[in-house]
């Protein structure tokens, strides 16, 4: 199993980006982003299940980052907007283990992780 992160760059406040996050091997209930900034432990960003309708964000990109997930293609994007200078970390995506559905913000349920995309937002 791996989940493969891509998308990240450098870009400018109030600018936009798209991270993919594309799985390998299985697919996966719950799926969600995670992000880690420097000298910052791992925070929660967003989670989303298997239809895609329903998703989880975190207050701090509630309204400017969206969520989804194509699952003919076992692919979730994460669209982020508006972006700010504290936006700036190493996101992270990951799954919680099979028959798992509950949309949760804890990075202890979730069992597998992607190796991380870096994103940098210049104010």
């Known amino acids: 199993v791996q989940l493969q992160a891509c998308g990240g760059g450098l870009v400018q406040a109030g600018g936009s980006l798209r991270l993919s996050c594309a799985v390998s091997?299985?697919?996966?209930?719950?799926m969600g982003w995670f992000r880690q900034a420097p000298g910052k432990e791992r925070e929660f960003v967003a989670a989303i299940n298997w239809s895609g309708g329903s998703t989880l964000y975190a207050d701090s990109v509630e309204g400017r980052f969206t969520l989804s997930r194509d699952n003919a293609k076992n692919t979730m994007y994460l669209q982020m907007s508006t972006l700010k200078p504290e936006d700036t970390a190493v996101y992270y995506c990951?799954?919680?283990?099979?028959?798992?559905?509950?949309?949760?913000?804890?990075?202890?349920?979730?069992?597998?992780w992607g190796q991380g995309t870096q994103v940098t937002v210049s104010s």
């Open positions: 091997g299985r697919s996966f209930d719950v």
């Open positions: 990951a799954a919680r283990g099979r028959g798992l559905t509950v949309l949760r913000p804890h990075t202890y349920v979730y069992a597998y």
